[in-house]
């Protein structure tokens, strides 16, 4: 898979419940809300009870994309501090300690 390398496996995964995971839920469940409402299905009930399958849908294809663009924030942030520690190996006189 592109997104994600197979070096990130190495890595433990982000936990299920996180910031990016709900607020894309919630932002697919509010799209699914606002087609129900700019469509205007159906007339007599209200938008929250007209399709809750797509409203499903929509709020578990939001969930997912939240896991896994956390997934490659973590593995985009792993990878920018093993090369800055690699970095630092092989320079240590550019990073001497202060007053020691």
Same mark, same amino acid.
């Given at each position: 898979? %592109?997104?994600? *390398?197979? @070096? +990130?496996? +190495?890595? =433990?995964? *982000? =936990?299920?419940? !996180?910031?990016? +995971? &709900?607020?894309?839920?919630?932002?697919? #469940? %509010?799209?699914?809300?606002?087609? !129900?409402?700019? !469509?205007?299905? *159906? $007339?007599?009930? =209200? =938008?929250? /009870? /007209? $399709? %809750?399958?797509?409203?499903?849908?929509?709020?578990?294809?939001? #969930?997912? %994309?939240?896991?896994?663009? &956390?997934?490659?924030?973590?593995?985009?942030?792993?990878?920018?501090?093993?090369?800055?520690? @690699?970095?630092?190996?092989?320079?240590? @006189?550019?990073?001497?300690? /202060?007053?020691?």
């Amino acid at each position: 898979m %592109v997104f994600l *390398p197979d @070096e +990130s496996r +190495s890595l =433990p995964p *982000p =936990p299920i419940v !996180n910031k990016a +995971s &709900v607020w894309l839920g919630l932002t697919g #469940w %509010v799209a699914a809300l606002l087609d !129900n409402c700019f !469509n205007q299905r *159906p $007339g007599d009930i =209200p =938008p929250s /009870a /007209a $399709g %809750v399958h797509r409203q499903i849908l929509f709020t578990t294809v939001g #969930w997912f %994309v939240g896991y896994y663009l &956390v997934k490659r924030m973590d593995y985009m942030h792993a990878k920018l501090d093993r090369d800055l520690f @690699e970095y630092i190996r092989h320079h240590p @006189e550019d990073f001497k300690a /202060a007053g020691i």
